[in-house]
């Protein structure tokens, strides 16, 4: 069984991560071009690879194959932006409240 399409955002995910395809690639154990196919759509992606690429990029299988969420005329955070925050959960309390502060006084200077 194969998945024929991931989520539109799959480079995006893997460039945040600082990976190319190639480094992905050796991670899941399929070749760089294979990564390539894989991000424009030409080729399937077998469910057995899932579990590896999601792990490499940080993201549920959901977030993956782009299973929606939320309904798509709904307002939201943009893609990138819920990538950091689901990244920002699994961080510990300490810099999650270090986090949250910074962000506080980036909002309290731009309002000024």
């Known amino acids: ?12 995910r893997r460039k945040a991560q600082d990976l190319t395809q190639a480094q992905l ?15 424009i759509g030409r080729r399937r992606i077998p469910v057995s690879s899932l579990p590896l690429l999601a792990k490499a990029l ?3 299988i959901e977030a993956l194959i782009g299973t929606p969420t939320r309904a798509a005329n709904k307002r939201g955070p943009a893609p990138k ?7 920002l959960s ?12 910074v962000i506080e006084s980036v909002l309290a200077q731009a309002s000024r």
């Open 90 to 101: 699994r961080l510990p309390k300490a810099q999650q409240r270090l986090v949250s502060q």
């Open 1 to 12: 069984m194969a998945i024929s399409r991931l989520d539109p955002y799959f480079a995006e």
């Open 81 to 87: 932006l819920q990538q950091q925050l689901e990244q």
């Open 58 to 60: 940080n993201v549920s």
């Open 25 to 39: 690639g050796e991670l899941v154990g399929v070749t760089q071009q294979q990564i390539a196919s894989f991000e």
